[in-house]
């Protein structure tokens, strides 16, 4: 790998060969960054190098280097800074006694434990490092940033470097919430040219699917509870590039859950299924989720794959009201659907072969705009020891409408299908 040494590093001599991972992270002009990495990825080797660089910059002051415990910080984070910096021939002083480290340049880094959120109090800092985060609770994250306020600092920033572990509160600050400011650079253990050869295959012996995807992908998982779309991944199937093609037919995916309503906008293109928008409806009903359709796609022909109950269920809440199969053919909709409603394990199982098909090669991708499409996808998941699905969350509904197209079009075995074609909007709700 080619010798690649930042700028403003050539003066304090510390030679850096980055990994792609690393690279995107030092590279970054985030204020809040999280390098999310699997085992022996480099997350704490490149948090202490950020940590150099940023007492670097804001020379002469503070800045903060935390772990979720103080035996955790003494033998991987501390070792490792001060490695750096020996192999580098810069000379500090470490004082034990309050952990605290002075550099070259007269800039002071505090060693602390976050076991304790209230004694992270007190100083300005520059800059606040975090090594191991998502095992870190978020009082302690949010009294670390409250101290980021130093008058004087040339930059003031916060980085996480860490392994996943479930869908906590980091994933909901860094990649949930979709925050200004805030960006995750996701790295994989196998992109480390530096480990052994075995080291990955031997990972991968010891953990299961879902374990692997965690610690070696350093994917967000939740291994308390299977997720139901396990083939789901945010750095392969989340896309910023997928937009509307007026060229290509139009799908609508539909779950009646009446608050709130959940719809997919679709499109395929050579069998491959992109997601392009999403739909969610607070106290809704199919007349406006019908008008929703129309406002965002026009006059265009609609193929809707709704959840077949639909055939008699009517959500527009009066029993004089047209079922909701009715309703969607009186705006011009085509419906296909199923008879019944199909097993819930040959919607999922379907589903998971669309994102993971043949070789690997993943058949449907989803806009990145559709937060709440790649949430459900993330976070649906069977009740801990069953395969009954965890409704609790509310999370499920939109994967089920997309599931409900998929399993229709590319189904586990052969169905049954039932098709219906739209009767025209002028034809006063008639039903079928």
């Known amino acids: 790998m080619r010798q690649v040494t930042r700028n403003k590093y050539k003066k304090v001599r510390i030679a850096y060969s980055y990994l792609p991972a690393q690279k995107r992270f030092h590279n970054s002009r985030a204020k809040f960054r999280a390098y999310v990495g699997g085992y022996g990825s480099g997350k704490t080797y490149a948090g202490c190098h950020e940590a150099i660089w940023l007492s670097y910059l804001n020379s002469g002051l503070t800045g903060m280097m935390l772990a979720p415990t103080m035996g955790m910080l003494e033998d991987a984070t501390l070792p490792t800074f001060l490695e750096i910096l020996g192999r580098a021939g810069l000379k500090y002083r470490y004082r034990s006694s309050d952990s605290k ?52 600092a040339k930059r003031l920033a916060a980085f996480i470097t860490t392994t996943p572990e479930g869908f906590n509160w980091l994933y909901e600050e860094f990649v949930a919430r979709k925050r ?27 953990y299961d699917p879902m374990l692997a995807r965690q610690y070696l992908m350093g994917e967000f998982v939740n291994p308390a509870a299977g997720r139901v779309y396990q083939s789901f991944g945010r750095a392969l199937h989340v896309r910023d590039d997928i937009a509307f093609d007026p060229a290509l037919p139009v799908i609508l995916a539909v779950d009646f859950n009446v608050n709130p309503l959940h719809a997919a906008l679709l499109q ?11 739909i969610v409806l607070p106290s809704s009903n199919t007349y406006e989720l ?64 669309k994102l993971s098909g043949p070789g690997g090669i993943a058949g449907l991708y ?16 069977y009740k801990p020891g069953s395969t009954v699905v965890d409704k609790y969350a509310g999370v499920e509904h939109i994967t089920d409408a997309i599931g409900y197209f998929i399993e229709y079009e590319y189904p586990v075995r052969p169905p049954m299908r039932v098709e219906y074609t739209g009767i025209g909007r002028d034809a006063g709700g008639r039903g079928y």
């Open 101 to 152: 480290l002075t550099l070259p340049w007269g800039s002071k880094v505090l060693f602390r434990s976050a076991d304790n959120p209230a004694r992270l109090k007190g100083p300005n800092l520059a800059w606040v490092g975090v090594d191991e985060g998502a095992l870190v609770s978020k009082a302690a994250w949010e009294v670390a940033i409250s101290r980021i306020r130093h008058p004087d």
């Open 180 to 206: 200004r400011g805030y960006e995750v650079i996701y790295a994989r253990t196998d992109e480390n040219v530096h480990l052994p050869a075995e080291y990955v295959r031997d990972l991968a012996e010891a």
């Open 268 to 278: 395929t293109k050579a069998d491959t299924v992109f997601v392009v928008d999403e």
């Open 290 to 353: 019908c008008l929703e359709v129309r406002s965002r796609i026009g006059e265009r022909h609609v193929t809707a794959y709704p959840d077949p109950t639909g055939r008699a269920r009517k959500t527009a809440g009066t029993s004089e009201a047209p079922s909701d199969f009715a309703i969607l053919m009186s705006h011009g909709f085509e419906v296909r659907a199923r008879n019944g409603s199909p097993a819930i394990k040959d919607r999922v199982n379907a589903v998971n072969r």
């Open 366 to 381: 989803v806009s990145s705009r559709c937060r709440e499409t790649v949430r459900s996808f993330e976070q649906t998941c």
